[in-house]
């Protein structure tokens, strides 16, 4: 057989692809701003700590056991705590993955695909699937819990020390529902300070899928989207303890631990309102 011969113009027209894609790079490079390729930097280390966690990460990956009888025995008389969950509201992600018609997935999977690229392209440093927010329903339920408070304030203690996960749906729902006590001051304590929220990395999902990724830097003010700028000033937020995003090849269960110290080393409050999310609370 003889050697296959190759078209001249094939090496041609792949050379001037390369060339071109190359030009336009540069190009969007140099009329771009330092911001606007800060934002664009951000967003691609964004998608690929999201891509290496769903095929890399361990975070459900430790063995669960159910504590012996002995174990239970040994806690009377030890300190005691009462943990308030809240789980988030409905999120973006909730609606497109868990919620309706299993045939309608596909459809809604490309409809959010198209949004997330449209906010690449446009520079904007929002997501729907990273990161995921709460969706109109959410913030509606959210809603629901301040009103049920206004009823019943007496359903959660005056003094009680306030924590949220550091993703923005549970942020966005802490800030909602607890509206009325984190505008003023607590009922006994006229002259002091609004309580705070304290945003814990210990507290974020317990999964692999990329809505359980973190666009909020370590110690960083949250800007949470949806809620009035009132409700999230940076006093609001002590953000002492959120280290970011949770390590790649860590689980849950290191997290869950962390969450037990600063529950019982750090706060001395016996009553502790959380937001949190379904995985991490069970």
Known sequence: LGRARTCPMVPMIYESVVTAALSASLVSLILLDATSIGAIVEKLRLFAFGALLMVFGRDKRWKRRAPSMATWEGLE???RKRIY??????SEWNLIFNKGSKLLLPFKAIAALCREISLFVSLDPD???????????????AQEIAAMLREKPEALPA???IASSNLRRALQTVLVAL??????????????????????????????????????AANAVPT?????????????????????????RGTGRDRIIEFCHFAFDDVTNDD???????????
């Not at 969950?85 to 409905?90: A, C, D, K, M, N």
């Not at 609004?194 to 210990?202: F, K, N, Q």
């Not at 989207?225 to 006093?235: A, D, K, N, T, Y």
């Open 77 to 79: 008389g030890r300190e």
């Open 85 to 90: 969950l809240i789980r988030h509201g409905e």
């Open 127 to 141: 997501s729907i699937l990273y990161d995921s927010p709460l969706n109109q329903q959410g913030l509606e339920q």
């Open 159 to 161: 003094s009680a020390t």
């Open 179 to 216: 509206q009325d006590r984190l505008l003023r001051p607590r009922a006994a304590e006229r002259d002091a300070s609004p309580p705070v929220v304290h945003v814990l990395s210990a507290l974020q999902e317990v999964s692999t899928n990329v809505d359980t990724v973190s666009i909020l």
């Open 224 to 248: 949470v989207p949806r809620v009035p700028e009132i409700l999230q000033c940076p006093s609001t937020f002590d953000v002492s303890r959120n280290r970011g995003n949770k390590p790649l």
């Open 272 to 282: 502790l309102v959380v937001a949190c999310h379904s995985l991490w609370a069970r």
